[in-house]
């Protein structure tokens, strides 16, 4: 049995659709009409520092990627790029169309939040977000905060994972006197890649402008990689991992007389993918396929109401659909052909009031309606309500900066069929700090500590024969402290960066064979233990010669234990968590030429639970190089690269009998009107 909405799905974009228009032509005919009123560019409450400044005073670590320097790495989407974060763990299922997951702190997929300008990114059926969807073409920037971002106008959704990634897309620039702006580009490389892509921004007003882009992404995928079963070696190619991709963003971006600025976004994401599967038993390809559209309208609106309250209005509407196709397997009406739809609604409030110079209070409020719907056998149509209330409070004087905030967490679960999972009322706690010991600012010392838990997934409950409707929330309790240090020695920029952090997971999700090996359930059984030390070092300037140099390591320590009363493998390492690893990125420039060299390094692992020789897996790493050049031509900036990936061609596996690609190369073409 099935159900599907959507002639209502459309009707209700219909609606939205035609009350943004209502509202946009309202807001522009109202500024029309007061040509003669002054108009002042909002002060945003919460200021928007500098890059590095940002890293620096942050009481809790974060990480910025953005502007030149993701365009510096050798990266097609999110995913590539923040492999070059420390204390982050890719989960890659190997190709350019294979499913990217990320894995902070040992922590599990499910407690990292996903941020797409300021508003989250939900996937209320596993939890996950496949950041390999997202291209690079429209970001601007990505940041990593381990615990939360202590910024005050932020949604309560945001204190609500045990760390956040925030994706910022391109805004419209205009330089003096232009309203349109166009950047079209074009990369293409082994494996088939064909990735064209399209910018355009334009400037009706002052007040009001838009932009556009879009991509396409096709790639056949094959590639070699070696095999051995321990008897012989070989180079096979890689089978069914061909990908076709196109994404489409459109985005307004208005101001209005009453010192508010405000933004909507149409998000549309469509794929088709093989899923090549492991390389096991001497098996070489794999039939199942996997198509999804993910569409989603969201918007924001800010207001400075005085000089001491300032308020955030946030909401969005999404509908994303999975089809997944097994011909493998076969039903009484035929092969499997799954197939999900999942909607969300959200609104979200924030506000901030300035109690005197150095104190400041915060209160965040969120509403967010979950539902899936399936073509399963007993499925159980879930529906989730979550409310989720945060209060904190700042304390900012001249060295010292202190937040504590608590969160509430309400869950309404409902069904149409079966049994419904129990409703859910939770308070967690937050507190960080951030401090400069000596009058010079060089160097921050800063602290936080943060309980949070996250819900289990409607698989997780409800997945037919699977799913455990009694499961209790998967609890994360982090300590961390660490400081941060920078000077400036002429031309020349010096960063480091260090913390050291405790992470309990408790009630950790797993799933345990039942009366036989083709029926799971899902159990709270788990509990995991990780000590770890990140550290980072950077250097950039510009030397005598006019040469401008950048210089990042970083590295990252991890003993994350599998602490299970009573377990068989108590204290080892858990499932893929590498001890040691790290990265390298340098990058020099002269005049219009760039040249950028990185390196990646992952520490031997275990695939499975015990650590032990036949689930041990090597160390893996590798060496990329670029090289890019910009000249003026057709009244515009080209901008023309190359890309050499996997420099020595090494073989190597993300996730056991999962192959990587080996030497790859690209070659880019990017043009600014």
Do not use: C
């Amino acid at each position: 049995m099935s159900v599907y909405r959507k002639s209502g799905v459309k009707r209700r974009f219909f609606r939205l659709w035609m009350l943004f228009v209502f509202v946009v032509n309202s807001l522009n005919a109202q500024d029309r009409d007061n040509d003669s009123i002054v108009y002042h560019k909002l002060e945003e409450v919460i200021l928007v520092k500098d890059i590095k400044q940002r890293q620096h005073t942050s009481a809790t670590p974060v990480q910025i990627l953005s502007g030149a320097k993701l365009k510096q790495l050798n990266s097609l989407s999110v995913a590539d790029a923040v492999r070059y974060f420390s204390g982050v763990q890719l989960k890659d299922y190997g190709g350019i169309g294979g499913l990217k997951t990320i894995n902070v702190r040992s922590m599990g997929t499910e407690h990292t939040g996903v941020f797409y300008d300021g508003i989250g990114l939900t996937n209320a059926q596993n939890g996950q977000v496949d950041l390999g969807r997202f291209s690079l073409e429209n970001m601007e920037e990505i940041a990593l905060y381990n615990g939360q971002r202590s910024d005050a106008g932020q949604s309560a959704r945001a204190y609500a994972s045990a760390s956040t990634i925030y994706l910022k897309s391109g805004a419209p620039s205009f330089s003096e006197g232009r309203d349109l702006n166009l950047k079209p580009g074009f990369k293409t490389g082994s494996f088939g890649l064909v990735n064209p892509s399209l910018s355009a921004d334009y400037k009706f007003n002052d007040h009001l402008s838009a932009r556009v882009s879009t991509g396409y992404v096709y790639a056949h995928g094959r590639y070699k990689f070696r095999f051995t079963n321990g008897s012989y070696d070989t180079t096979a190619i890689r089978k069914n991992a061909d990908v076709r991709s196109y994404r489409l963003e459109t985005s307004l971006y208005g101001t209005t007389r009453f010192q508010s600025k405000w933004n909507v976004k149409y998000y549309h994401y469509n794929s088709e993918r093989g899923l090549p599967g492991a390389v096991v038993a001497n098996r070489f390809r794999r039939p199942q396929r996997l198509w999804d559209e993910q569409n989603f309208l969201q918007g924001e609106f800010k207001q400075k109401v005085s000089d001491r309250y300032f308020m955030v209005v946030r909401g969005k509407y999404a509908r994303d659909h999975t089809r997944y196709s097994d011909p493998e397997i076969v039903t009484t009406s035929g092969y499997l052909d799954n197939r999900y739809d999942q909607e969300t609604f959200y609104m979200s409030l924030a506000q901030s009031y300035r109690l005197n110079d150095f104190w400041k209070v915060a209160l965040a409020t969120d509403y967010e309606n979950n539902s899936l719907e399936a073509n399963l056998y007993r499925f159980a149509y879930p529906e989730r309500n979550t409310f989720l209330a945060a209060l904190t409070t700042d304390l900012s004087f001249d060295r010292l900066y202190v937040q504590a905030g608590m969160l509430s967490t309400t869950i309404r679960e409902s069904v149409k069929h079966y049994e419904a999972a129990g409703d859910k009322q939770e308070f967690t706690p937050t507190v960080m700090a951030s401090w400069q010991p000596f009058r010079t600012d060089d160097l921050r010392l800063r602290a936080f500590y943060k309980r949070i838990f996250r819900m289990p997934t409607f698989n997780d409950l409800y997945y037919t024969f699977i799913g455990n409707t009694r499961l209790s929330p998967e609890y994360s309790e982090q300590v961390n402290a660490g400081l941060s240090f920078r000077h400036i020695f002429g031309s020349h920029y010096l960063e480091a960066r260090a913390d050291a952090y405790k992470v309990w997971i408790t009630d950790k999700i797993v799933a345990v064979p039942g009366a036989n090996l083709f029926r799971w359930t899902m159990l709270n059984l788990g509990k995991v233990e990780t000590t770890g030390v990140e550290a980072s070092l950077r250097s950039s300037g510009k030397t005598g010669f006019g040469v401008g140099y950048s210089a990042q390591l970083n590295y990252t320590w991890q003993q994350a234990a599998d602490v299970t009363p009573g377990a068989s493998n108590y204290g080892d390492q858990i499932p893929y968590i590498p001890r040691h690893s790290g990265s390298i990125n340098l990058a020099a420039d002269y005049k219009r030429a760039e040249l950028n060299y990185s390196f990646i390094y992952t520490g031997e692992r275990y695939s499975q639970k015990a650590n032990i020789r036949s689930n041990y897996l090597q160390p893996w790493y590798t060496h990329d190089i670029a090289a890019r050049y910009a000249l003026e031509a057709f009244g515009g900036e080209v901008r023309l690269g190359m890309e050499v990936n996997n420099l020595f061609n090494q073989y190597y596996d993300v996730i056991k009998n999962f192959p990587m690609p080996g030497r790859s190369y690209r070659v880019t073409f990017n043009y600014s009107l």
